[in-house]
């Protein structure tokens, strides 16, 4: 099998533009984990053969380790998405590891479906539903599964209008603070706690699409799974620690596997899987948990941050075991279970 893996943020997806440092960084640490993966398969006896191609943007060269793989050099000049589908084309199988804003992991998904190839990751009919939050927001309730409410954004209309009763209704609850974030924000992004009307008023000169939810202060739990045709697997719970810098969110590091008791958690991934059957391979789901109540606040359709850490906490190989969803179900079998620190900001003092 020759598969083709693209991981977005460094592989092109950016050559006419800036890097962006936080994504970069998390974009590297996903990158190197999966190639890590993909070498510890190859070399097992019982894995069949693996080629593998990387798309990798020119100013990274040197940065991502490719040893064993094909490299393919993105520079400023090319057309990064004609390079995907060119490198698509020559490949069995390909991998891409895309945010969801602007569409791109959609169009990704949608490019590779339409040139027959098989997709290592969720199709583009489940990132349509889980990569637009109030879209998620939606399904989820019309399934019955607790999610935090939801609403469209409009900085000019929010104050004295009936979405903040209806919000406060719904959370059965007064809220002190708000949470407005890009409707296809990934991470957090462009996301900004207010509490005030002046936060409100400053919302105003900021373009695109925004929802806005209740702040809710919780612990802050992401799960890892498997997913195939309405089923899901869950690998482990991780705990997501963020400093808030300038009334914005910053994921400063995860406790991959931090509980180690998942069980109560696999009802929660059971009630997913049979609400969004199309989801496949890898997933992320985003938790905040208060005393009272689990609320569902995302779910990711690709690798996350958190799949860095899995190895080492459980020592099971996930790409191992995503592969084997194309022909059948995962086995996993933990060798370990452990907690496992991925620290995501060089800043994090805690």
Same mark, same amino acid.
């Given at each position: 099998?020759?598969?083709?893996?693209?991981?977005?943020?460094?592989?092109?997806?950016?050559?006419k533009?800036?890097?962006?440092d936080s994504l970069?960084?998390?974009?590297?640490?996903?990158?190197?984990? !999966?190639?890590?993966s /993909?070498?510890?398969?190859a070399?097992d006896?019982?894995?069949?053969e %693996?080629?593998? #191609?990387?798309?990798? @943007?020119?100013?990274v060269n040197?940065?991502?380790?490719?040893?064993?793989?094909?490299?393919?050099?993105?520079?400023?000049?090319h057309?990064?998405?004609?390079?995907?589908?060119?490198?698509?084309?020559q490949?069995?199988?390909?991998?891409?590891i895309?945010?969801e804003?602007?569409?791109i992991?959609?169009?990704?998904?949608?490019?590779?479906?339409?040139?027959?190839?098989?997709?290592?990751?969720?199709?583009?009919?489940?990132v349509?539903v889980?990569?637009?939050?109030?879209?998620?927001?939606?399904?989820l309730?019309?399934?019955?599964?607790?999610?935090?409410?939801?609403?469209?954004?409009?900085?000019?209309?929010?104050v004295?209008?009936?979405?903040?009763?209806? !919000?406060?209704?719904? /959370?059965?609850?007064k809220?002190?603070?708000?949470?407005?974030?890009? %409707?296809?924000g #990934?991470?957090?992004? @462009?996301?900004?706690?207010?509490?005030?009307?002046?936060?409100?008023?400053?919302?105003?000169?900021r373009?695109?699409d925004y929802?806005i939810?209740?702040?809710?202060?919780?612990k802050k739990t992401?799960?890892?799974?498997?997913?195939?045709?309405?089923r899901?697997?869950?690998?482990?719970?991780?705990?997501?620690?963020?400093d808030?810098?300038?009334?914005q969110?910053?994921?400063?590091k995860?406790i991959?596997?931090?509980?180690t008791?998942?069980?109560?958690y696999?009802?929660?991934?059971?009630?997913?899987a049979?609400?969004?059957?199309?989801?496949?391979?890898?997933?992320?789901?985003?938790?905040?948990?208060?005393?009272?109540?689990?609320?569902?606040?995302?779910?990711?359709?690709?690798?996350?941050t958190?799949?860095v850490?899995?190895?080492?906490?459980?020592? %099971?190989?996930v790409t191992e075991?995503?592969?084997?969803?194309?022909?059948?179900?995962?086995?996993?079998?933990?060798?370990?279970?452990?907690?496992i620190?991925?620290?995501?900001?060089?800043?994090?003092?805690?």
């Amino acid at each position: 099998m020759k598969i083709l893996v693209f991981e977005y943020i460094t592989g092109g997806g950016f050559n006419k533009q800036d890097l962006p440092d936080s994504l970069a960084r998390e974009g590297r640490l996903m990158l190197h984990a !999966l190639l890590d993966s /993909l070498r510890a398969h190859a070399k097992d006896k019982s894995g069949s053969e %693996i080629n593998v #191609v990387v798309m990798v @943007d020119s100013r990274v060269n040197g940065l991502i380790n490719t040893d064993g793989f094909d490299t393919a050099i993105i520079n400023p000049e090319h057309n990064s998405h004609e390079e995907f589908v060119r490198l698509a084309l020559q490949c069995d199988a390909v991998w891409p590891i895309a945010p969801e804003f602007d569409g791109i992991l959609q169009t990704l998904c949608q490019a590779v479906e339409s040139l027959g190839k098989p997709l290592l990751t969720s199709p583009a009919s489940a990132v349509a539903v889980t990569g637009n939050k109030f879209n998620t927001y939606r399904h989820l309730k019309q399934h019955h599964i607790n999610t935090v409410p939801t609403r469209l954004f409009a900085a000019e209309t929010w104050v004295n209008q009936g979405d903040a009763q209806s !919000l406060e209704a719904e /959370l059965a609850g007064k809220v002190e603070e708000w949470l407005v974030k890009p %409707i296809d924000g #990934v991470g957090c992004t @462009d996301s900004y706690i207010l509490t005030n009307p002046d936060d409100f008023e400053q919302m105003r000169s900021r373009q695109g699409d925004y929802v806005i939810q209740p702040h809710i202060q919780g612990k802050k739990t992401s799960l890892s799974c498997l997913f195939k045709d309405g089923r899901g697997w869950l690998l482990c719970a991780n705990l997501q620690h963020f400093d808030i810098i300038n009334q914005q969110y910053q994921l400063s590091k995860i406790i991959v596997n931090d509980d180690t008791d998942v069980g109560s958690y696999q009802y929660l991934v059971d009630t997913i899987a049979h609400a969004l059957p199309d989801l496949w391979g890898y997933v992320g789901i985003d938790l905040i948990e208060t005393p009272e109540q689990l609320f569902v606040l995302e779910i990711n359709p690709r690798l996350t941050t958190s799949f860095v850490g899995i190895n080492a906490a459980l020592g %099971i190989n996930v790409t191992e075991n995503i592969l084997q969803l194309l022909n059948g179900d995962p086995i996993i079998n933990p060798v370990c279970n452990q907690p496992i620190t991925i620290k995501v900001t060089t800043n994090d003092s805690n």
